[in-house]
């Protein structure tokens, strides 16, 4: 089977695509997941997102980390779809569905915005937040406690004035240049713990995204690229050796 794909980045959170609104391609399994996800063996990413045809939207899209767990939210992940699916059916605004929430999305002069919808706190420490966004986060604001493997995980570095710069780790993909629902996610506990909404730009590893809105309806900016297009056989792509890194 000849697998057509885009490869995109936002942030340095990197991403390969396949657009299955026809449903001609294979149905998305873990197996080749990984295999097309591994960067040395494969193609190379920190998620693969998979498009199929909505009734209401212009795709539904599956999340699918590199280990080929499956994801309920991506920030980074949509504004690159979104671009992708706007480019090629000449719209500048457009919705995307996912698990648990429909996102609209839409071009603007600083790169692609999508809605986010609501977030909110689970539960916190003195250390740290947990913010639901579909999918899970902890945010710490002090890297003292031990580091949970079932949700994505913010660490705050550095705030001053409306900046706020994190480092990251993902579930299922580990240490990632960038993460948009984390993003989100640091800004939500970061207005929480201060009492005060207000734009916030989160400087990442791989460049910065701005969040604005409020809890209940998130908003993400920041631009996107594309990095390559191309065709891959999933017959000849192999499974990572065991122990590889």
């Not at 873990?30 to 295999?35: F, L, S, V, Y």
């Not at 992940?77 to 995307?96: F, K, N």
């Not at 079932?150 to 705050?156: A, L, M, P, S, W």
């Amino acid at each position: 089977m000849v697998l057509p794909f885009t490869k995109m980045q936002a942030q340095g959170n990197d991403f390969v695509i396949i657009d299955n609104r026809d449903e001609r391609l294979p149905e998305a399994r873990e197996d080749w997941i990984r295999r097309v996800a591994e960067r040395r063996f494969g193609i190379g990413c920190d998620q693969v997102l998979y498009l199929l045809p909505d009734e209401y939207s212009a795709a539904r899209m599956l999340i699918f980390n590199n280990d080929g767990s499956m994801a309920a939210n991506c920030g980074n992940g949509l504004r690159c779809a979104a671009r992708l699916l706007m480019d090629r059916l000449g719209t500048r605004a457009l919705h995307i569905a996912l698990k648990d929430r429909t996102v609209a999305a839409e071009a603007t002069d600083n790169g692609i915005r999508v809605h986010m919808g609501q977030a909110r706190i689970e539960a916190e420490t003195e250390a740290h937040v947990d913010v639901h966004l579909g999918n899970r986060h902890r945010v710490f604001f002090e890297a003292t406690e031990p580091l949970p493997s079932d949700r994505n995980i913010e660490i705050i570095s550095g705030r001053i004035a409306n900046h706020a710069w994190i480092d990251i780790i993902e579930r299922g993909a580990g240490r990632t240049l960038a993460c948009g629902s984390g993003a989100c996610a640091t800004a939500v506990a970061i207005w929480h713990r201060e009492q005060s909404v207000r734009p916030l730009v989160v400087e990442m590893p791989g460049g910065a995204v701005e969040v604005s809105g409020t809890p209940e309806a998130l908003r993400l900016t920041g631009p996107v690229h594309y990095v390559f297009e191309g065709t891959c056989r999933l017959d000849a792509l192999i499974e990572a050796p065991s122990g590889a890194a």
